[in-house]
């Protein structure tokens, strides 16, 4: 399957690959060609071992794990994003009747009791009206040209060399060179678009999935964070597990037994004063904020203000 996907491999790299040693490789491709495998070793700076062009393998060889990994993970949403949930369907359609016919019970299984969603709760579908421009250029290698709306609200006109796309959950990535350096931008922010004739040369060494990981790390720990300590009552911690998520639940687990009035103390964060001031209120007097006091006095201010619109 190596030398099919890639061609002509040394038996060191063949080594590498499969964690065995090179006499082992040697040794395998004098089995491989007992069994009527035509794959051939050259010595010299160019050789190499090989298999014949004309010689492809069928899916036979695939186990259980292997055809339930194939079929576990198409994404529906994303997919139709790309426009490519149709030629999935049929791909996968292909693929089931070309095997064996135990393991087309395996894909049916799979495909029974698994379905992933990538959409969160509550969260507005972002339109993405250039996402087939930006994936034609990826494919293409072309340069694209784009009017950007920043965070900020400010617009930007960028000429970019797409590298490649990234889904985080529903939300679409495209990480893109511009003046001489990779940058990620938020496709549903792109305003205008326009493929050109200029093709870019994509670096050989990029690595998509590696500069996205390292990219988010460094965008997290970029992130200041505002904390927070309040004081709630276990039936009233609930109302922050809706609010925060799941993760609290951990944090009432690592939290001090109540004190003589039944309050736990927790430690929250958020993205600023005014965000934590928003949430906060929302949840009334199920919390009680013990710190910092510049939050105290923004909830104390927000809230005379309700009380005079509404009272």
Same mark, same amino acid.
């Given at each position: 399957m190596l030398l099919q996907a890639n061609g002509r491999m040394t038996a060191q790299d063949l080594a590498d690959r499969l964690e065995v040693s090179t006499r082992t490789i040697y040794r395998d491709l004098d089995a491989l060609s007992a069994s009527g495998v035509p794959v051939y070793a050259?010595?010299?700076? =160019?050789?190499?071992?090989?298999?014949l062009d004309s010689y492809r393998t069928n899916l036979t060889g695939l186990t259980e794990k292997e055809v339930e990994a194939l079929f576990m993970f198409t994404v529906p949403g994303l997919l139709a994003d790309l426009g490519a949930d149709k030629a999935s369907a049929a791909a996968m359609l292909k693929l089931s009747a070309s095997l064996p016919a135990p393991f087309r019970q395996d894909a049916q299984r799979v495909q029974e009791r698994l379905y992933l969603d990538p959409a969160g709760w509550f969260q507005p579908e972002e339109p993405v009206p250039y996402l087939p421009a930006v994936q034609t250029a990826v494919w293409r290698a072309r340069?694209?040209?784009?009017?950007?709306?920043?965070?900020?609200?400010?617009?930007?006109?960028?000429?970019?060399?797409?590298?490649g796309l990234v889904a985080k959950?529903?939300?679409?990535?495209?990480?893109?060179?511009s003046y001489g350096r990779p940058q990620v931008y938020r496709v549903s922010r792109i305003q205008e678009a326009e493929i050109t004739d200029s093709p870019f040369?994509?670096?050989?060494?990029?690595?998509?999935?590696a500069y996205w990981q390292a990219w988010c790390a460094h965008f997290e720990a970029g992130q200041e964070r505002y904390h927070v300590r309040v004081q709630t009552t276990e039936? =009233?911690?609930t109302l922050l597990v809706h609010l925060l998520g799941e993760g609290v639940y951990s944090l009432l687990n690592a939290a001090d037994p109540p004190d003589e009035l039944g309050y736990l103390t927790l430690s929250l964060s958020f993205d600023s004063l005014e965000s934590a001031c928003r949430?906060?209120?929302g949840l009334g007097a199920a919390v009680v904020v013990v710190e910092p006091p510049a939050l105290r006095e923004e909830m104390l201010k927000m809230s005379r203000q309700l009380v005079t619109l509404y009272g």
């Open positions: 050259e010595r010299g700076p =160019n050789g190499g071992c090989a298999l340069r694209l040209r784009m009017a950007y709306r920043r965070a900020d609200g400010h617009w930007i006109k960028r000429l970019i060399d797409p590298y959950t529903s939300i679409w990535y495209v990480v893109a060179a040369e994509r670096p050989a060494d990029f690595d998509l999935a039936p =009233n911690a949430q906060l209120l």
